[in-house]
Structure formats: structure tokens, C-alpha cells
């Protein structure tokens, strides 16, 4: 089965960190574009980071840069998103994606091809 599986959310306070995982079963990530995304209550989907290692193009958005970082092991099968410092306003469902690609734009718009089922992350105090 052609899938991808989320783990590592939870509740964390303010300035800590977590790392979500995201496993793929049945597809070889190594070539693929991948990608964070999150919703918040009441927003839209937006895209936290993207990866594409045909290019080495990397993006975040503005407001994780310094603190999240997106990386793949290979040998696993799985991306990562570090995130450090914590704000209650990364609050959210934490979804990765893959696709492919090559051509991609980080954005949910986009249409990936996988989507991973959705991990909570709680910032609170």
C-alpha cells in the first residue's frame, strides 16, 4: 500500500521542540519532492517547508525560518521536521507530503501526489 505515516506530535510548551516523522510505505521517498504543511482551527492549509533534492531548493516560511528544519533519511524512508522554540501559534495539524515532482510550488495547491494523515502539535503552556 502506497502511503505515508505521520508520528511525533503532541503537547509541548512554549520554547520546546519537537520532531515529526513521516514514514513512506510502498514508494522510495529518495527522489521525491517533499513537504510540511499545516492547518490551523479556522485557517487555510499552509505550507510550512518544502524539499526537492533535484535542485537542492529548500523553503520554509517566513515564520519557522531559524527554528524548523526539514531533512530525509534515506536509508529509512522517512523526512523529518525538527521544530524548535515553539510558539502557541505553531499550534496546528501537521501533515507531510510527497510528489515526484520535479516541479512543485509549497503550497497545498499543489497537487501532491501523497499525503501523510495528519499529526497534532499543541504549543501551550
Known amino acids: 500500500q502506497l502511503q505515508l505515516v505521520e508520528s511525533g506530535g503532541g503537547l509541548v510548551q512554549p520554547g520546546g521542540s519537537l520532531r515529526l516523522s513521516c514514514a513512506a510505505s510502498?514508494?522510495?521517498?529518495?527522489?521525491?519532492?517533499i513537504g510540511w504543511f499545516r492547518q490551523a482551527p479556522g485557517k487555510e492549509r499552509e505550507g510550512v517547508s518544502c524539499?526537492?533534492?533535484?535542485?537542492?531548493?529548500?523553503y520554509y516560511v517566513d515564520s519557522v525560518k531559524g527554528r524548523f528544519s526539514i531533512s530525509r533519511d534515506n536509508a529509512k524512508n522517512t523526512m523529518y521536521l525538527q521544530m524548535n522554540s515553539l510558539k502557541p501559534e505553531d499550534t496546528a495539524v501537521y501533515y507531510c507530503?510527497?510528489?515526484?515532482?520535479?516541479?512543485?510550488?509549497?503550497?497545498?495547491?499543489?497537487?501532491?501526489?501523497?499525503w501523510g494523515q495528519g499529526t497534532q502539535v499543541t504549543v501551550s503552556s
Open positions: 524539499f526537492s533534492s533535484s535542485d537542492d531548493s529548500i
Open positions: 510502498g514508494f522510495t521517498l529518495d527522489h521525491y519532492v
Open positions: 507530503a510527497a510528489d515526484p515532482g520535479p516541479g512543485y510550488y509549497c503550497s497545498y495547491l499543489f497537487d501532491w501526489d501523497y
